[in-house]
């Protein structure tokens, strides 16, 4: 292995390492949610380069450092999908108009809220044993013993074996993306859609190791890929929502049955159950016709043959398109944060097993549908549990200060002070 991908390595991995540890007091307080979520996008990289730089470092460190990463995820995983479901329930809660609809979602969101305090106990005995093995620590030592003996300039890692590694690493993730594509042809291929975002998410993570190799030529790209992810996240979000709610209903009628020796009170949280039901329904259906068509719509400017030259020839002129080819607007999901919309050049053609949709008029990226989403509430679904207008201010990162069953509290209060 030539000097130049180990140094590529050791950057990166130290890189993640040290934004990896300085979110833990932040994740032991759990005052702001965003420090959890930072925390697992970090482990997610480190995992990712752990995979693309395996010939850098022993077996046994490998071993050692991906085992203990992968634990720290999953509890950080667990945590994350909580906050994220607690933070849609209070929005859904203050843009609630059905009185009728408030006590099945305030429930559920008491349900969650006891299980995230449940659960940050075992963050935070994860983030402790991490700290405990001294594993990141081992890792910028590793890597920093790379980095004297290396150059440091940016030459250092265009070198034809390092390239060879990375052509592979993508090569192989776009070789799993495109095996679920065809998925996209049945809104109902629940599993697949499952296997192509988990494709799309390690594809995006491999493109931005190999940005040092490639520079400001995966920059668009990998917007793009990020927008094929937070699509198929979302879609993945509302099948889980599904489940969930199912769960909690069957258990709910259960434990009033045991209670009282009938189920005649299930009828108080039944309309909040099916009202949360019926807009994860409806969001799924919007969402996944974004997705088909956006996918559909990169097929077209032949976006994946054009990366496929990228990684082929490094030292070719970037051919993704320049600002001045199209002109676009809008943002899109960058872990949370915002970030520009990619430009993609013209080009023809459908992919694979996915139905064409009609030509786009006007503008052929913003056109496209959901390219600039904005935060929204519940949508207006039934006359008994109308909404809202959404609100299209993206809510504040909620703070987890005021314990359980604080936030529906607060959330309720406008319901509580308005007329019939």
């Not at 470092?57 to 071993?63: A, D």
């Amino acid at each position: 292995m030539d000097e130049g991908y180990r140094v590529l390595a050791a950057r990166y991995i130290r890189r993640q390492a040290k934004q990896l540890a300085e979110q833990f007091d932040g994740v032991r307080a759990a005052e702001d949610i965003e420090f959890v979520h930072r925390a697992r996008v970090a482990t997610r990289r480190l995992r990712a380069a752990l995979q693309v730089f395996d010939q850098c470092f022993t077996k046994k460190q490998l071993r050692r450092w991906q085992k203990a990463i992968r634990r720290t995820t999953a509890k950080l995983g667990d945590a994350r999908d909580r906050d994220v479901q607690i933070e849609f329930l209070c929005g859904a809660l203050s843009a609630l108009n059905a009185k009728a609809c408030f006590p099945g979602i305030s429930r559920i969101l008491v349900q969650l809220e006891r299980d995230r305090e449940r659960l940050q106990r075992k963050v935070v005995k994860a983030v402790d044993r991490l700290e405990a093995k001294g594993v990141l620590q081992q890792m910028r030592r590793v890597t920093g013993r790379i980095l004297p003996a290396a150059a440091s300039s940016a030459e250092s890692v265009e070198m034809p074996e390092a390239y060879a590694e990375t052509q592979q690493h993508v090569r192989q993730q776009l070789d799993e993306l495109f095996q679920q594509q065809d998925s996209l042809a049945n809104p109902e291929d629940r599993e697949r859609h499952h296997a192509m975002r988990i494709a799309a998410k390690r594809l995006r993570y491999t493109l931005e190791i190999a940005r040092a190799m490639y520079p400001g030529r995966f920059d668009e790209t990998v917007e793009a890929i990020k927008r094929v992810q937070s699509l198929l996240g979302d879609v993945h979000d509302c099948d889980v929502w599904a489940e969930h709610l199912d769960a909690f209903a069957g258990k709910q009628r259960r434990r009033i049955q045991k209670l009282f020796g009938h189920a005649g009170r299930f009828a108080r949280l039944q309309p909040g159950i099916e009202y949360l039901r019926q807009d994860r329904r409806c969001h799924r259906q919007e969402v996944f016709g974004q997705l088909v068509e956006f996918w559909a719509e990169l097929g077209r400017r032949q976006f994946w043959d054009r990366l496929s030259g990228v990684i082929a020839a490094p030292s070719s002129p970037l051919p993704m398109g320049t600002g001045s080819e199209l002109a676009s607007e809008g943002a899109a999901k960058n872990d949370g944060h915002e970030a520009p919309v990619p430009v993609f050049p013209r080009a023809a053609g459908p992919p694979a097993a996915v139905a064409t949709p009609e030509p786009l008029a006007g503008d052929p990226v913003s056109a496209v549908p959901g390219f600039a989403p904005t935060a929204g509430a519940i949508p207006e679904l039934a006359p008994d549990c109308a909404a809202s207008p959404p609100s299209p201010a993206k809510a504040e990162p909620r703070l987890r200060t005021e314990g359980v069953g604080r936030a529906w509290q607060a959330a309720r209060q406008p319901l509580l002070t308005a007329g019939p």
